[in-house]
């Protein structure tokens, strides 16, 4: 009869220490961030519109057999100061390199709009904007602030202002970072992407225009050889 109501006992006392830890974990749990839903949601919408340009991106440079393989892989410091391996496809051709980062938005390693993501021996992680090494608010505001696929930096790099030092902008975003400014910087990050790819085909078209593109149909070089001989 002891032996039962021991076990009774103990029974019922694992049984309120499991809803006590559920009752902390429930607790301790806090809903996503505006920041990181946008990024879910967008993150995860822009991968799946992409997937097939990365997948052929992909076969292409497999094809190729760069060496090194189709990925670059280097390490980055993220949220809290963790390390995390950057993977990117080996080629910037419409920016493809940018977007097979995505997944790392999708899983949390990075946001869609941050400050650029620095190797672990990158002095700017332990550096203020001003270059004093190991000035403890310049690694406070980084290592509070996830990385981002593109950023206020990235975005304002060719504005030729002298005031815009990338350190000094990534600090201002880290300082007034929300879903309004990141919404602005990702319109004007693929304003400059389609500008940029605008300016490309331009280009292109241009250097394939010649001479012979405006004359009439039917016209020879022999033929204006001839005329200048007989003159």
Known sequence: MRTRRTRNRRAR?????K???TRTRLSDWEPPSAKRVLDLTLGSALLAL???LLGAGALALAARRPPGGVLTRSPRIGLDGRVFVLCSLRTRRLRL???S???HVVRGDLSLVGPEPLAPDDERNGADPAGT???PAARHWRQELKPGLTGLAQVRSRSGMPWDEPALLDQHYAEHHGVGPDLAILASAVHAALRGAARG????GKARLSDTDH???GYSTAEEVGSVGTD
Do not use: C, N, V
């Not at 085909?201 to 292109?204: D, S, T």
């Open 97 to 99: 390199d940018l977007l």
């Open 50 to 52: 992409t997937s097939p």
């Open 201 to 204: 085909l331009a280009r292109r």
């Open 133 to 135: 090494p190991g000035a």
């Open 19 to 21: 809803k006590a830890g």
């Open 13 to 17: 006392t694992a049984e309120a220490e």
């Open 215 to 217: 004359r009439p149909s």
């Open 101 to 103: 980062r995505l997944p």
